[in-house]
């Protein structure tokens, strides 16, 4: 199941869905660091978090997914979106400082193909900051959010997946600590769940947020080359006799002629 865009927008827009705002905003807090005139681009759906965290950038772009849909963003100003293909983003190499990956690599048909090409884009030291489901969380198990739809990640797999794809993990965060009812009474009581929850169970959290770092060496494995010596016999038959070379203006013999 995908979530479009106008389930997402939908999602946000309600009040159950601010919360979830809220709370990934926290954890994107704890390990965002600013960089002032920054090239910020968000892939999935980013709009809520590049409002607030692309006000010091020099420019912030949002690549929507073709599958997902996209609209106009911002609404106050020259449209900044682009309907993208997550494997083929429309940047030149090394343009970019940072990339907000939020509603995209849990659908995405190949990951590692989608972070190979974010990857391409990264400047030199540039950032990646993920956020995907959490496959121990609860949130993953109901589909009324967009948690609970596509490709759940594990922190050892989101892991290997990263440095798979020449990123080298920072720092690590989760969200989504309470659960996601859309009763009132549940949802008066997010900021005590979610403050406990970071504490007593952070692995049943409903979202892994990871910062990472784009690698620009790799060590490789080398393979074991064939032998490339050539072996020659040290004795020659006795009484072989050796035939000189013909000349080129003469045929040689045949093989009766030469015994």
């Known amino acids: 199941m995908l979530s479009d865009i106008v389930d997402l927008r939908t999602f946000y827009a309600s009040t159950l869905g601010r919360l979830a705002e809220r709370s990934i905003t926290v954890s994107l807090s704890a390990l965002w660091q600013a960089q002032p005139g920054e090239r910020l681009v968000g892939l999935g759906y980013a709009l809520p978090w590049l409002e607030r965290f692309g006000t010091d950038a020099e420019r912030v772009f949002s690549f929507m997914p073709a599958r997902q849909g996209a609209v106009n963003w911002p609404a106050g100003g020259p449209s900044a979106t682009a309907l993208v293909f997550d494997e083929e ?9 940072r990339v907000l990956l ?4 849990e659908h995405a048909e190949n990951p590692r193909e989608t972070l190979m090409e974010i990857w391409r884009v990264l400047a030199p030291g540039g950032r990646l ?3 995907v489901p959490n496959r121990r969380g609860v949130w993953a198990r109901f589909e009324h959010t967009p948690f609970g739809t596509g490709r759940p990640f594990s922190r050892g797999q989101i892991d290997a997946l990263l440095r798979e794809t020449n990123f080298t993990p920072n720092a690590w965060g989760d969200a989504l600590h309470f659960p996601p009812s859309r009763r ?3 949802m008066r009581l997010h900021g005590l ?3 406990g929850g970071r504490r007593l169970w952070p692995l049943f959290a409903g979202a892994i947020v990871v910062e990472a770092q784009k690698r620009l060496y790799q060590g490789v494995p080398v393979a074991v080359r064939a032998s490339r010596r050539v072996f020659v016999p ?3 038959p006795q009484g072989a006799a050796r035939t000189p070379p013909a000349r080129p203006d003469q045929p040689a013999l045949p093989t009766s002629a030469r015994s």
Do not use: G, N, Q
């Not at 939020?102 to 690599?105: E, N």
């Open 89 to 97: 983003l429309p940047l030149f190499d090394s343009s970019i400082d």
């Open 102 to 105: 939020i509603h995209a690599l």
């Open 129 to 131: 900051v993920v956020v």
């Open 184 to 186: 009132r009474f549940m």
């Open 193 to 195: 769940l979610e403050r």
């Open 234 to 236: 040290l004795l020659t």
